[in-house]
């Protein structure tokens, strides 16, 4: 017994000496993992693109890098996909290696950032631009000027837009068909909106929501402040900006086109604001409507494609997920926004913005034009999990796999409308965006809440606007 | 120079050690042993956490008396950020929640967690036991942010689950996450449900250390359940509660994934707590001197809350 | 005799033991639910991850989710790294925490009490709160966007250092006095004595490091730059797709299985786990 013992305890140290050793050779042999030296690319002068995630895949990321390398074999190219839930996620992490003094070169900033980074960390590309107008001219005829324009801040271009997403309304086939109701027209009203919620309701019974939407700056209550003639703050557009619709674009569409938007005066009581949150809550009140709920809208798909939903407003990037979520293409369809006192839609863009602080903006440059080239959004956005910013991608090949029936709305929803907008996002737009998610919540979280909750809203986006940033 | 001074500084050092009359108090070789090694034994936790702790902190307090964006260098502000931080209702709503928070959810923490460990101490098959011991302590290894996700999805008003077993028993739908009323009571429940699990093993392992002969007694007495619990059980658990309590305390008032992902502070700021203003006033708001200033005053909050239960544990923690 | 007495008592006044197990299982399942709705879920299509009442058995089971995880993302490489990180921020903890823990309890210097509050304050400091100054200290030291970044300043544990030193409290003290009189140093009676007895304790406290840091998401996310650098729930983060698009099924499925490593380690580690944690709260 005692021999066992012994053996054991010896054993035991044996064992451990082991552990040891193999942690020891494990540690030593995983050093280059360790310190990050087996990464190609590193500290070399690379160029640094930081991108969001969850929208670059690694295949993404390897048809980047390899049809640049094709372009330019000079210039040494590594792509950061950050991986961030959100945006705000996204802007953490950008803003603590530029705290660090470790930026990327380029970083993808969509509306919600464009301004922000315009004028604090952003190098206006329009000296580049007027040396490359030949090659860009082929860009800009394909690229909607409601886009560019969202792109400009103070006459200056910041960035080339190369995806977008516009807050279109995606229909349930099979809720329609439970409802007998026929697809809506393209000039739809709101009054027809809410009757066929309705409709819907009607014929479906519990556990089914007619209208759901998510909380956010992007396709939350803003379109139906758009929808109803209105914006969260005051709407006006900067002077110039001439130089580029003069240079790449017809009479026709440089109409009324300036040098980006200004949003400057809170508006959160103006009667059309109110009015608009009136609507929605009078939805809620009628159980048509889920009430806001914050977050990603990771529900939504899940929601939307297994009938529970009929009804719920999203941009082109949703037909990639419907099918991925396992929607046949005839299952589902879009139709624009209705109108109400203007059928104006919003939408949100994103492309590459140039950092200040970027010791090779040459370079940066070439990439940025790069990752505008048709070819390569064709690469990129094989799965449709965007709207392409470019007119010319948008066919019905593409969308003949996984639907919609109705594709052409996505970009009709600028050819159509041409006053389309991008969503309220002035430098201030963290704590703006902020400022109406919260109030938002409560405005429709009880009744008779909207009055006061608005008028707190536009107090604090009042101190909000007033910052500097 | 330097060369010169050396010499200087040296000898009555070398003297103090050499001359061991002279020295008031005399180390003996054994203690002079066992000061070395406690030294070399501290070194790599002392000198980890000033370096990522201490100077950290320091930094934080430093940057709350500026004005930071990140992007310009840092202009002087003085007390600036404090009375900004003071005024601003969002901070004080954040400070408020979470010390709802903290006490609703420490306290059903503690209260299930008790209750089951009395309950898994009861008679049963070992096999048992241990079953239900490991379930109580499962949501532990998950993480809180997938966890979150998950119960995003249970808890939703129209299409979760929890609404839907509600439902069977007659309890119509409540707006979980969509209410100001109830939002906080859906983030305190998925937060004690992943949490109570480690007061629970606390409470089993406090139990353990009870000696027999106690319960025996006391049982012989004639106290019966309830009161036995009451008036023996608790006492002499009450070291084990103190520690529950405190690190309780610690890991709630420092709360941010569950309403991060579960509400994201909603509606309203119903369930914004103060690590998410920290976070959202730096990170999304470039605001890094107010966001200092927060954690600055969360962090004396945490102590000034640890420092009071100590305080109250004297009165009321028995020693064996 | 006595026994019997005793037994007839605990029956007589005790909840009736069938009543208490059948609530414990009913609270076992309501702690479980929420996992096992995860793993289900995971296993259907997402067309019927919302189906109510909830299928728990899968009508048809199928693991297409979990073939989309590894297409999406590199999963070994995630699982290496998050491997890495975890297994030496443990062992450096069980290091750090064991020999502090020896010094608190079983060792006189000057400044213990004041070290040893010191030490269990760093458990009230707000990662949010100090992660932008961590980062500026990273980059002097060049281990920025490296793993060895995540791993280093997380070897002091304050919580570890706490139970270690209730640990060697733990034990008697005469067994180290026996060993002083016999003329071992304070190493020796480190080494020799105390130190054997302690793996249980350690083993706790490399449990508790591994659950805790394999989930990490907070410092790896503001830490790390570098696609190659990403742990296991920083890569997750990208199956739930642009703007919230990706597939339910598809994200529980990877949820499901960064969960596995840290549900084995829970397993093995349980017993220490359950005889360590114990003694963190008894004692002073």
Redesign the interface.
């Known amino acids: 017994m005692t021999d066992s013992h012994v053996t054991r305890r010896t054993l035991l140290r044996y064992g451990a000496y082991g552990a040891g050793a193999a942690?020891l050779a494990g540690?030593a042999a995983?050093w280059d993992?360790?310190?990050?030296a087996?990464?190609p690319g590193?500290d070399d002068g690379s160029l640094v693109v930081?991108t969001?995630?969850?929208?670059y895949?690694?295949e993404a990321?390897r048809t980047l890098t390899e049809g640049f390398k094709k372009v330019h074999p000079d210039i040494k190219l590594?792509i950061?996909?950050?991986?961030?839930?959100d945006w705000?996620?996204f802007?953490?992490?950008i803003?603590?290696?530029?705290?660090?003094?470790?930026a990327p070169d380029l970083v993808y900033v969509a509306t919600e950032g464009v301004q922000l980074f315009a004028q604090?960390?952003g190098v206006a590309l329009d000296k580049w631009v007027k040396r490359d107008a030949a090659e860009l001219r082929e860009y800009f005829a394909d690229v909607h000027p409601s886009l560019v324009e969202s792109m400009m801040y103070e006459g200056s271009l910041y960035q080339l837009p190369v995806e977008f997403?516009a807050a279109d309304m995606y229909l349930n086939d099979q809720v329609l068909k439970r409802a007998a109701a026929g697809f809506p027209a393209a000039d739809w009203t709101r009054d027809d909106f809410t009757e066929l919620l309705r409709d819907m309701k009607k014929s479906s019974g519990s556990?089914?929501?007619p209208y759901f939407w998510t909380?956010r700056l992007w396709g939350g209550v803003v379109p139906w402040l758009f929808a109803n003639g209105t914006n969260l703050l005051a709407e006006s557009k900067a002077p110039g900006g001439a130089w580029l619709w003069d240079g790449f674009y017809p009479s026709a569409e440089r109409q009324g086109r300036g040098g980006g938007f200004r949003w400057t005066t809170p508006q959160a009581t103006d009667a059309r604001v109110e009015e608009s949150y009136d609507y929605l809550a009078s939805l809620i009140q009628e159980d048509l409507c889920?009430?806001?709920?914050?977050?990603?809208?990771?529900?939504?798909?899940?929601?939307f494609?297994?009938g529970?939903v009929g009804v719920t407003p999203a941009g082109g990037?949703?037909a990639?997920?419907l099918h991925?979520?396992?929607?046949e293409p005839g299952s589902f369809d879009v139709q624009y926004f209705p109108r109400w006192r203007t059928q104006r839609m919003q939408f949100g863009a994103a492309g590459y913005a140039l950092l200040r602080t970027s010791k090779m903006q040459d370079e940066a440059w070439e990439f940025i034009k790069f990752a505008a080239r048709r070819d390569t959004l064709m690469r990129l956005f094989e799965t449709n999990?965007?709207t392409p910013a470019r007119r010319s991608m948008l066919t019905a090949d593409r969308y003949r796999e996984i639907g919609p029936r109705h594709w052409q709305v996505f970009y009709d929803t600028l050819d159509k409308f041409p006053d389309t907008g991008p969503i309220p996002a002035p430098p201030q737009v963290?704590?703006v965006e902020?400022v109406l998610?919260?109030?938002t919540?409560?405005a429709l979280?009880?009744r008779r809440s909207v009055g006061p909750?608005l008028r707190r809203m536009q107090r604090d986006l009042e101190k909000a606007m007033e910052r500097d940033? | 120079m330097t060369n010169t001074q050396v010499p200087d500084v040296r000898p009555p050092r070398a003297t103090a050690a050499s001359a061991p009359p002279e020295a008031p108090v005399r180390l003996s070789a054994r203690d002079r042993g066992t000061r070395l090694l406690a030294t070399l034994f501290l070194a790599p936790t002392i000198v980890g956490i000033v370096v990522f702790t201490v100077v950290p902190i320091v930094g934080s307090l430093v940057l709350s008396l500026f004005h930071w964006?990140?992007?310009d260098s840092p202009r002087w502000a003085g007390a600036a950020n404090y009375r900004e931080v003071f005024t601003d209702s969002t901070v004080l709503v954040s400070f408020r929640n979470t010390l709802v928070f903290m006490v609703l959810a420490v306290a059903l923490q503690l209260l299930i967690a008790l209750t089951l460990a009395l309950a898994v101490n009861g008679r049963m098959p070992m096999w048992l036991r241990s079953v239900f011991r490991s379930a109580f302590f499962f949501p532990l290894v998950l993480s809180a942010a997938s966890i979150s996700?998950v119960m995003?999805?249970l808890f939703?008003?129209?299409?979760g689950v929890v609404n839907w077993a509600l439902g069977l028993i007659g309890i119509a739908p409540v707006?979980w996450?969509?209410?100001?009323n109830s939002a906080m009571a859906a983030v305190i429940l998925v937060y004690v449900w992943q949490q109570f699990g480690f007061s629970f093993l606390l409470f089993v392992g406090g139990l353990n250390n009870i000696p027999k002969e106690i319960h025996e007694a006391a049982s012989l007495d004639g106290a019966t359940g309830l009161r036995k619990h009451l008036h023996v059980t608790l006492p002499l658990l009450s070291p084990t509660l103190l520690v529950a309590t405190v690190v309780g305390v610690i890991n709630a008032l420092q709360v941010f994934e569950q309403p991060y992902?579960l509400?994201?502070?909603?509606?309203?700021?119903s369930t914004r707590t103060v690590v998410m203003v920290i976070?959202?006033s730096?990170?999304?708001?470039?605001r890094?001197g107010e966001a200092s200033a927060v954690g600055v005053l969360l962090f004396v909050l945490i102590m000034a809350v640890t420092a009071l239960q100590f305080r109250l544990s004297r009165r009321f923690v028995h020693y064996q | 005799m006595s026994q019997a007495t005793l037994t007839m008592n605990r029956t007589r006044h005790a909840l009736a033991p069938w009543a208490r197990i059948a609530g414990l299982t009913l609270c076992a399942l309501l702690t479980l639910g929420p996992v096992i709705w995860t793993v289900s879920t995971s296993l259907r299509?997402?067309?019927?991850?919302?189906?109510?009442p909830p299928r728990i058995i899968p009508t048809h089971p199928t693991v297409d989710s979990y073939r989309g995880v590894f297409d999406?993302?590199?999963v070994w490489l995630l699982a290496?790294?998050s491997t890495?990180v975890t297994?030496?921020i443990a062992?450096g903890q069980m290091i750090t925490a064991g020999l502090a823990g020896y010094a608190f309890a079983r060792l006189e210097f000057r400044f213990k009490k004041p070290l040893f509050g010191l030490v269990l304050a760093t458990m009230m400091v707000p990662l949010q709160v100090t992660?932008?100054p961590v980062?500026?200290v990273l980059?002097s030291m060049h281990l920025?966007?490296?793993?060895?970044g995540l791993?280093i300043p997380a070897f002091p544990t304050a919580f570890g250092t706490f139970l270690m030193r209730q640990y060697f409290l733990g034990m008697p003290k005469d067994l180290g006095e026996a060993a002083m009189l016999d003329g071992a140093g304070p190493w020796r009676t480190f080494r020799s004595v105390y130190a054997p007895l302690a793996t249980p304790g350690l083993a706790i406290v490399g449990v508790l490091a591994f659950n805790y840091h394999w989930n990490e998401f907070f410092r790896p996310?503001?830490l790390e730059?570098?696609?190659?650098?990403?742990t296991l729930p920083?890569?997750l983060?990208?199956?739930?797709?642009?703007?919230?698009?990706?597939?339910?099924s598809v994200?529980l499925a990877g949820v499901v299985l960064s969960m596995i490593p840290a549900v084995a380690v829970f397993l093995v580690g349980q017993r220490p786990l359950r005889e360590g944690i114990t003694s963190a709260g008894v004692n002073r």
Not at chain 2, 156 to 159: C, G, K, L, R, S
Not at chain 3, 45 to 52: C, G, N
């Open positions: 942690a540690t995983s993992r360790l310190t990050g087996d990464i590193r930081a969001l995630g969850p929208a895949g690694p990321i590594r950061n996909a950050v991986q961030a839930t705000s996620d802007f953490a992490k803003l603590t290696q530029i705290a660090a003094g470790t604090r960390l997403n556990q089914f929501t909380n889920t009430r806001p709920e914050g977050g990603n809208g990771q529900n939504l798909i899940g929601v494609s297994t529970r990037f949703w990639g997920g991925l979520a396992g929607m999990q965007t963290a704590e902020q998610l919260k109030h919540g409560t979280s009880s909750a940033v | 964006n990140v992007i996700v995003k999805y939703n008003q129209d299409f707006p996450l969509t209410s100001e992902v509400t994201d502070g909603g509606p309203g700021d976070y959202e730096a990170f999304e708001q470039l890094f | 299509t997402p067309a019927e991850s919302f189906d109510l999406q993302i590199d290496l790294n890495l297994a030496l062992v992660i932008v980062f500026l980059k920025t966007d490296t793993l060895l791993i996310l503001i730059t570098s696609g190659q650098n990403y920083l890569g983060v990208s199956l739930q797709g642009n703007l919230g698009t990706g597939s339910i994200v």
